[in-house]
């Protein structure tokens, strides 16, 4: 019974690690995907660009990157 105790103690550990190293990729990942809408939306507003259709490209890209986020990443 030991042994076998052992076994699902490390089973359950090395699950632990996947599931934080799987929570730290998808934090670096949002966090680069925010860097590079913030620095897009720095490219639109140097432009000759309306103000209000900076906005509503901003919030369609980050309405984009959420589903695309959504669709791609399963919470169990």
Request: no cysteine; aromatic share 8%.
């Amino acid at each position: 019974m030991k042994a076998s105790e052992s076994w699902a103690e490390w089973v359950m550990n090395k699950k632990k690690a996947f599931e934080r190293r799987g929570d730290t990729a998808i934090a670096a990942w949002a966090e680069q995907r925010d860097r590079e809408m913030r620095l897009r939306a720095r490219q639109l507003s140097r432009s000759k660009v309306d103000p209000e259709e900076e906005r509503r490209l901003f919030n369609k890209a980050k309405k984009a990157l959420i589903e695309n986020f959504n669709t791609t990443i399963s919470v169990d």
